[in-house]
């Protein structure tokens, strides 16, 4: 049996088109499909889009764990001028996804 699990990433802090490299970076997550009982493990990644490798944000530059509902960066985490996907998977401890 497979549960949906609907997250939603938003921004809270450097949300311009482009981000700040020299200011914090704040994405928050949240699951309108869940109630207070479901329990979910989180995975953040980071991507460029054009296929280079992405800075190593883990333990150094981020402020939060990678497992952590919410990302928190540090300033100096991203490069300027480059473009990158930043992605985020949930699922329940129960291992459904």
Do not use: H
């Not at 493990?41 to 490798?53: H, I, R, V």
């Amino acid at each position: 049996m497979y549960l949906s699990i609907f997250l939603i990433k938003r921004c809270k802090i450097n949300c311009a088109t482009k981000v700040t490299p020299s200011e914090k970076l704040v994405l928050e997550t949240s699951c309108s499909s869940c109630n207070q009982s479901r329990s979910l493990s989180y995975k953040w990644t980071l991507m460029t889009t054009d296929g280079s490798s992405a800075p190593k944000l883990w333990p150094d530059y981020a402020m939060t764990s990678q497992t952590y509902p919410n990302l928190v960066l540090l300033p100096g985490a991203l490069t300027g001028g480059k473009s990158f996907v930043f992605r985020v998977e949930a699922k329940e401890e129960n291992g459904m996804s």
